[in-house]
Nanobody, 120 residues
Framework: QVQLVESGGGLVQAGDSLRLSCAASGRTFSSYGMGWFRQAPGKERRFVAAISWSGASTYYADSVKGRFTISRDNAKNTVYLQMNSLTPEDTAVYYC?????????????WGQGTQVTVSS
């Protein structure tokens, strides 16, 4: 069993940066791929970024490529999402997930989400 808790969300202005964190409980964190997804108001949840268990492989949605960076620290059981050059279109609830490395919602465990609001 893995429990995930996201943090770092908030209200920022367009062009600002935020770093989201996702802290995981459990001793098997380092064996899981990790993903970030987001859900904007009135829209379906969408893939943002993923990282393999070792951190050697990453993948990004086209909409965030070049602006967002996913990373992980297995010693701290934490995955991060560095978000730069934020735009109002990035406003959403951001979720982290643990499971097989994937760009789809096939992850086993999910956090409760953290709100990111970007004002223009």
């Amino acid at each position: 069993q893995v429990q995930l808790v996201e943090s770092g969300g908030g209200l920022v202005q367009a062009g600002d940066s935020l770093r989201l964190s996702c802290a995981a409980s459990g001793r098997t964190f380092s064996s899981y791929g990790m993903g970030w997804f987001r859900q904007a108001p009135g829209k379906e949840r969408r893939f943002v970024a993923a990282i393999s268990w070792s951190g050697a492989s990453t993948y990004y949605a086209d909409s965030v490529k070049g602006r967002f960076t996913i990373s992980r620290d297995n010693a701290k059981n934490t995955v991060y999402l560095q978000m730069n050059s934020l735009t109002p279109e990035d406003t959403a609830v951001y979720y982290c997930a643990a499971g097989p490395y994937s760009t789809t919602e096939t992850y086993t465990y999910w956090g409760q989400g953290t709100q990111v609001t970007v004002s223009s």
